[in-house]
């Protein structure tokens, strides 16, 4: 069993900061790929960030140069800090992960239940 456990959402003014969190625990045997997506007005999630099992790191357009994405792989967590943030970004956050459960099959993808991000002022 994996579980997902974001944190670190709330409430920001516009241009402020704030750093996402999320830890995968379990009976996890790899953690491959992992990601941040994120749920606003439009109802879709989408993707915001994502980092391989290469190291390569990848990001949407509307947050390049505000977003970046690290992963603290020993301990199975990534992270999300946010830099010049907007009333846009508001949404929910989730955090998804390519895994590969002990005993289990090579990956599959899990979702954290969301931290809430709130930009306003």
């Known amino acids: 069993q994996v579980q997902l456990v974001e944190s670190g959402g709330g409430l920001v003014q516009p241009g402020g900061s704030l750093r996402l969190s999320c830890v995968a625990s379990?009976?996890?045997?790899?953690?491959?790929?992992m990601a941040w997506y994120r749920q606003g007005r439009t109802n879709t999630r989408e993707l915001v960030a994502e980092s391989t099992s290469t190291g390569s790191r990848n990001y949407a357009e509307s947050v390049k140069g505000r977003f970046t994405i690290s992963r603290d792989i020993p301990k199975t967590t990534v992270y999300l800090q946010m830099h010049d943030l907007k009333p846009e970004d508001t949404a929910v956050y989730y955090c998804?992960?390519?895994?590969?459960?002990?005993?289990?099959?090579?990956?599959?993808?899990?979702w954290g239940k969301g931290t809430l991000v709130t930009v306003s002022s």
């Open positions: 998804n992960g390519e895994i590969e459960e002990t005993g289990g099959a090579y990956g599959k993808d899990y």
């Open positions: 379990g009976t996890i045997y790899s953690v491959y790929a």
